[in-house]
């Protein structure tokens, strides 16, 4: 089944523990990306990855980083979680940007103290 | 820097009705456009994507618009269905050479039986 697996669903840490959430996909494709969803703020654009060894930054890169050593893997960083970190995960691929739908994983959980 | 603006926050319709969804975005310089569905607690499934070039997309009831010169979108449901209960989110890729996706805020949908 083709699919965007990230992990893990929930994570709860304490300000200063460095993290990683994995995300995984399984349908050879190109593009991936992070985003984090806050109530009233919506979704934005955390790094993005047009291939191995090339990422970019979204609209809130600050306190995040991101690394594409394989095509089907892209992490996310977070070294020194802050509470203002708490939010909802996503990643997302997709096989040509801008020319294909973007899949989504079903999202990670972060809660900082 | 891109904007996107969905109207209605929330919209509530009884079965059966035809409905109407909105985008609007600041910059017209923009790839593509997409619709997703988010489902509460889960990740975000596309619905349609326009291309800069087209006008519209359709699948099954649903038929999203694209005037880009106007800077708007609309998503059109037909003969609504409690199943179709859900938040409606649509989002912008800005021209090419340019991955960032930025999203409104989304539209929660309620279909009453």
């Known amino acids: 089944e083709a699919q965007v697996t990230q992990n893990p669903r929930y994570l709860i840490t304490v300000t200063g523990k460095k993290l990683t959430v994995t995300c995984s996909q399984n349908m050879n494709h190109e593009y991936m990306s992070w985003y984090r969803q806050d109530p009233g703020l919506g979704l934005r654009q955390i790094y993005y990855s047009m291939n191995v060894e090339v990422t970019d930054k979204g609209d809130v890169p600050e306190g995040y980083k991101v690394s594409r050593k394989e095509k089907r893997n892209f992490p996310l960083i977070l070294e020194s979680p802050s509470p203002n970190q708490t939010s909802l995960y996503f990643c997302?691929?997709?096989?040509?940007?801008?020319?294909?739908?973007?899949?989504f994983g079903n999202g990670t959980r972060l809660t900082v103290t | 820097k891109q904007e996107v603006t969905q109207i209605p926050a929330a919209l509530s319709v009884p079965e059966g009705e035809n409905l109407v969804l909105n985008c609007s975005f600041t910059?017209?310089?923009?790839?593509?456009l997409q619709w997703f569905r988010q489902d509460p607690g889960k990740g975000l499934t596309s619905l349609l994507l326009?291309?800069?070039?087209?006008r519209e997309q359709t699948s099954g009831r649903l038929n999203a618009s694209l005037d880009k010169s106007s800077g708007r979108s609309t998503l059109y449901i037909a003969a609504s269905q409690p199943g179709d209960s859900a938040t409606y989110l649509c989002?912008?890729?800005?021209?090419?050479?340019?991955?960032?996706?930025?999203f409104g805020k989304g539209t929660k949908l309620s279909v009453i039986p």
């Open positions: 910059d017209s310089a923009i790839y593509n």
């Open positions: 326009i291309q800069s070039s087209q």
């Open positions: 989002a912008v890729q800005t021209g090419a050479g340019s991955y960032q996706l930025t």
């Open positions: 997302a691929s997709s096989s040509r940007t801008g020319r294909s739908p973007l899949h």
